[in-house]
């Protein structure tokens, strides 16, 4: 697709979702998205289809959604991990939205983490990590316990289990950022202690997706 092309609808689907992007925020989204796009005809970083004419829904999903996401990120916020981060989405457009955030992502697939490092120097973000791992063995690190603002993860299930293990990594107060579609347990409800429902926002009306926040509270 070219240059000015995927502008084009990247603006308008942004618009669409009452989002105002600035030029040097769409320049990088359109490196990350036409990196992504390479990458992925030959390891596969997501299942939505990235052809012209089919991408619409992968814009929303990959790019709008986390833009969305960011309007809700507290100001005092400054590091963020973002567990399973796969292709790259949320976790690097919420970097590209909020740059000074200390991001660290996770990912246990290593070809899908050479491809972030790859973004990471292509896109020249700084304060940005890649762990080759599964979350839960982040654990194992004593620094990491009680020492990050935000996590972040898309799931479509998520399990009381995956919960606990990652409110372990968030400061007293930090949220637990979940991007979820339709369906699944009703975290208002049923958040495992010490985490509890702080909001829901909605994110992009076509996907029926919204972000969940659940912040951790005093044992």
């Known amino acids: 697709m070219a240059n000015r092309e995927f502008r084009d609808r990247l603006k308008r689907r942004a618009k669409a979702s009452d989002l105002t992007l600035d030029p ?3 320049e990088k989204l359109e490196t990350y998205y036409q990196l992504l796009t390479k990458w992925n005809a030959r390891i596969n970083l997501t299942a939505f289809s990235l052809a012209v004419g089919g ?3 992968a814009i929303d999903r990959l790019l709008i959604e986390p833009l969305m996401a ?3 990120i507290p100001a005092s916020a400054r590091s963020l991990l973002d567990a399973g981060t796969g292709g790259g989405s949320p976790a690097i457009p919420l970097k590209l939205a909020r740059p000074d955030l200390r991001l660290r992502m996770v990912e ?10 790859e973004a990471v120097r292509m896109l020249s973000l700084r304060d940005t990590e890649v762990e080759t791992a599964r979350f839960e063995e ?8 009680e020492s990050l603002d935000l996590v972040s993860i898309r799931a479509v299930r ?8 990652l409110q372990a990594f968030l400061k007293v107060g930090g949220k637990l950022m ?14 495992p202690p010490p985490l509890s429902w702080m909001a829901s926002y909605p994110l992009v009306d076509s996907l029926h997706s919204k972000l969940v926040v659940l912040v951790k509270t005093m044992v």
Request: proline fraction near 0%; avoid cysteine; charge should be positive.
């Open 70 to 72: 960011a309007r809700y």
């Open 108 to 117: 246990v697939k290593t070809r899908k983490a050479v491809f972030l490092r």
């Open 55 to 57: 991408e619409g829904a």
């Open 158 to 165: 998520i399990e009381t289990r995956t919960l606990l293990t």
């Open 178 to 191: 979940l991007f979820r579609g339709q369906g699944g347990i009703d975290l208002e409800t049923s958040s």
């Open 138 to 145: 982040l654990l194992s690190r004593a620094e990491l316990h």
């Open 24 to 26: 040097d925020l769409v």
